[in-house]
């Protein structure tokens, strides 16, 4: 597990591709000292396992699915990523819970200044939104942010200067692909609901007797 709150801006130094997989090595001097071959690291959100570590950096192994779903698929040399350990026992959540499984891929509609900080819009998959509330919590290229509004296509979130600052959202540009992960708490909730929402009155009838029996309602 994560927090979304990104440590160390790397930059990948070579992708090994290798049929449908690849291997990144990625350059982080700040990180990698600490590292320990099989601890996980989010790289752009995306949980992967370190296979190699030295003082300049690590190498990673990424599965098809990992490619397919996420912007490591197109990742190249030179290209600078948000980095984050694995959450330890104890460590302070200033966050929100990430797993790092990434959900699917947006695409930046706008990114410009408003007052100190920075507005910004990214439109979204129906799988992503559905799962969004407003005044929660998504995570953009591996950030904890939170969000402003949810429409029927995108959702807006407020960055404030030292997030823009520390992460590589300030080299985006509208027309950018992220990576997009939902709250894992609204992804358990909606899968929960879906049970039961989905035969009009019955469902809601259902609903209200799973509420009871669970001590919500009475």
Not at 48 to 58: H, I, K, N, P, Y
Not at 106 to 129: D, F, K
Not at 133 to 155: E, M, P, Q, R, W
Request: aromatic share 6%; hydrophobic share 45%.
């Amino acid at each position: 597990m994560f927090t979304g709150l990104i440590q160390e801006i790397g930059r990948i130094d070579c992708v090994e591709r290798q049929a449908a997989t690849a291997r990144i090595v990625v350059a982080a001097p700040e990180m990698a000292a600490n590292l320990a071959v099989g601890e996980s690291v989010a790289i752009d959100g995306v949980c992967l396992t370190v296979e190699r570590a030295d003082s300049a950096g690590f190498t990673a192994f990424a599965s098809e699915e990992t490619l397919i779903r996420t912007t490591l698929g197109e990742a190249a040399s030179g290209r600078r990523v948000n980095l984050e350990r694995a959450l330890r026992l104890g460590d302070r959540l200033g966050g929100h819970w990430v797993a790092g499984h990434v959900d699917a891929t947006g695409q930046i509609r706008l990114l410009e200044p408003r007052g100190e900080g920075w507005w910004l819009e990214v439109s979204a998959p129906e799988e992503i939104l559905a799962a969004s509330v407003s005044k929660g919590s998504i995570a953009v290229d591996g950030i904890s942010l939170t969000l402003v509004d949810v429409a029927h296509d995108s959702f807006t979130v407020a960055v404030i200067p030292e997030t823009y600052e520390k992460t590589t959202l300030r080299e985006r540009r509208a027309g950018d692909r992220v990576n997009l992960e939902s709250d894992p708490i609204g992804k358990y909730v909606l899968k929960g609901l879906s049970a039961y929402g989905a035969e009009g009155a019955k469902g809601n009838e259902r609903m209200m007797d799973l509420l009871r029996r669970s001590g919500f309602v009475s």
